[in-house]
């Protein structure tokens, strides 16, 4: 454990001073400055420009109408949010089943 602590502080130092002597290429500082990617955005992601959040006094009459419209899980206080819907009643409606 000591001896792969050892490497990662080495390979650490040892590309800190490759950046300090010959500076960042000019592909990575353009990549590090670039906008990030919006394929992987979509209207269901908060942080989209397309996104549309759901009017208010939104009723999803089941989890499936709910996942359609991009909006499960529902917390509790937010737009469409019943406790019908909140199987556990921890809070938050229609959140993914993983299985046990």
């Given at each position: 454990m000591?001896r792969?602590?050892?490497?990662?502080?080495?390979?650490?130092a040892?590309?800190l001073?490759?950046?300090?002597r010959?500076?960042?290429?000019?592909?990575?500082?353009?990549?590090?400055?670039?906008?990030a990617p919006?394929?992987?955005m979509?209207?269901r992601?908060?942080?989209?420009?397309?996104y549309q959040?759901?009017?208010p006094?939104?009723?999803?009459p089941n989890c499936?109408?709910a996942?359609?419209?991009?909006?499960a899980p529902?917390y509790?206080g937010s737009?469409?949010?019943?406790?019908d819907?909140d199987r556990?009643?921890?809070?938050?409606?229609c959140?993914p089943?993983?299985?046990?």
């Amino acid at each position: 454990m000591v001896r792969l602590g050892k490497t990662v502080l080495g390979f650490i130092a040892a590309a800190l001073f490759l950046v300090a002597r010959f500076g960042v290429p000019d592909s990575a500082a353009a990549w590090v400055a670039s906008d990030a990617p919006e394929r992987h955005m979509s209207s269901r992601n908060p942080w989209s420009k397309d996104y549309q959040p759901p009017a208010p006094g939104a009723y999803y009459p089941n989890c499936a109408a709910a996942r359609a419209a991009g909006v499960a899980p529902i917390y509790q206080g937010s737009p469409g949010y019943r406790p019908d819907l909140d199987r556990d009643s921890d809070g938050v409606a229609c959140e993914p089943y993983y299985g046990r």
